[in-house]
């Protein structure tokens, strides 16, 4: 019997069904974008011909604290409209033994069904498996005790599919975490040097905002106090897989929650062309970025008007405009020193945030805060995300901004 089919739509999207729950595990590592180590890993299938979305995981918790876990992940869950739910639960927590004639994990195993069922949201298969590898064996938490063989997840029809579209899966989320890593120390340092002379010079002196603008966008920011770390989440699609004096408070004072970097009209102007040079450029395929390209940029996205506004780019997620402009993100969070790198990183994160993609997205708002400790917009997201909100309920941010950024 065949257990994975896929079939193509008329948009062009490919949809992989898969039934066998030892191909479901395979695909994990697929659906998160690496493989994971010792994890609780959930999958609801929800909405049209129950696509898997989204996919939520979290390492596994000591003992004392399944269950407030539990209940944290279920809740998570819940948050997105669904039929059934998977719970794949890979390795061990170090130290734990299983009781004997019982699966590792098992209460949390139990918990977890136990919960979902409570809440209308039954828990289809309930599976553990030592690691993702071909041929390593899985067993079902149920009675029925349904057990089997991995493939090997690199060769399945879910793996070739995702290969086929560019998506590539990385080992760890270690190995996904250094794609943002500096790609140059001693070409960062020399940035720096650029961007320190061209402050001096007062290319990027900012016009400064009433006190009223930013006392109004102060006191609107949300609290972030008292949030959690938030599990890896990805909400997977598809396959189951510029202004003066007088500005209006929609740039960083809206969202960043700061004293607004206004820059003037000209300026702002100016900063506009560069950024869209850059990116009809990235649609192109050119991402070979000079030390003054660099540098440009970081200039134009400090002013924040102009970072919102890159905020449209994001859209429509996943389509090769949006991709392309992704790509810039990414080569800028790569090549632009601190602080100045925290504004392509958030828009790095909001790109990925947007098409699914929560473990690229927390990545890049960490990569944010480290680069600016406090940087209200990438606070914002990084609660958004660890509150598992669905990609198109931040649509609202780019939807409130100006577009026409991209090349028609």
């Known amino acids: 019997m065949t257990s994975t089919t896929t079939n193509t739509g008329t948009d062009g999207r490919i949809t992989v069904r898969i039934s066998d729950p030892g191909e479901l595990i395979a695909a994990v590592p697929h659906l998160l974008t690496y493989r994971p180590g010792p994890s609780v890993v959930l999958l609801n299938h929800g909405g049209r011909e129950r696509m898997i979305t989204p ?18 992940l279920v809740r998570a869950v819940l948050r997105h409209p ?11 927590h170090p130290g734990h033994r299983a009781p004997p004639g019982r699966l590792p994990h098992d209460g949390l195993a139990r918990r977890l069904t ?17 690691e993702i590898r071909g041929g390593a064996r899985w067993r079902c938490y149920h009675e029925r005790c349904l057990r089997g063989v991995l493939p090997d997840d690199r060769e399945t029809v879910l793996a070739a599919t995702m290969a086929t579209s ?11 975490a250094r794609l943002l890593d500096p790609d140059d120390p001693a070409a960062i340092t020399r940035r720096q040097h650029m961007l320190d002379e061209a402050i001096d010079n007062g290319l990027m002196r900012p016009v400064a ?45 809206a969202m960043d929650g700061a004293a607004p970097d206004w820059f003037g ?14 990116l009809a450029r990235a649609v192109a395929g050119d991402f070979d970025l000079s030390d003054e390209d660099v540098v440009s940029l970081a200039m134009a996205l400090s002013d ?15 389509e090769p405009p949006s991709t392309a402009a992704e790509r810039l993100w990414l080569e800028l969070v790569r090549r632009t020193p601190m602080p100045e790198r925290a504004e392509p990183a958030v828009l790095l994160g909001y790109s990925a945030y947007r098409r699914g993609d929560g473990v690229l997205a927390a990545l890049a708002f960490d990569n944010a805060l480290a680069a600016h400790p ?35």
């Not at 938030?230 to 003066?244: K, L, N, Q, T, Y």
Request: charged residues 20%; glycine residues 10%; contains cysteine.
């Open 374 to 408: 406090g940087h209200r917009l990438a606070e914002l997201l990084r609660i958004c995300l660890s509150h598992q909100l669905p990609p198109d309920t931040l649509r609202r941010l780019s939807d409130c901004q100006e577009g026409g950024l991209m090349p028609t």
């Open 265 to 278: 009209e000209a300026q702002s102007a100016e900063h506009l062309a560069v950024v869209r040079a850059a």
């Open 166 to 176: 560019g998506q590539v899966t990385y080992g760890s989320r270690e190995e996904m």
């Open 114 to 130: 136990s919960t979902f069922g409570n809440a209308g949201r039954p828990v289809d298969h309930a599976l553990w498996v030592p």
């Open 55 to 72: 996919v939520i995981r979290a390492d596994l918790p000591d003992e004392t604290c399944e269950p407030d876990m539990a209940g944290d």
């Open 209 to 253: 905002a009433n006190k009223t603008q930013q006392t109004t966008a102060a006191s609107s920011a949300p609290d972030s106090r008292g949030e959690a770390e938030p599990a890896d989440f990805i909400a997977v699609r598809g396959a189951p897989p510029g202004s003066s004096g007088e500005a209006k408070p929609t740039g960083h004072a």
């Open 304 to 318: 924040l008007t102009v970072r919102d506004r890159c905020l449209t780019t994001a859209d429509p997620p996943g």
């Open 82 to 92: 669904g039929a059934g739910v998977t719970v794949v639960i890979i390795g061990r």
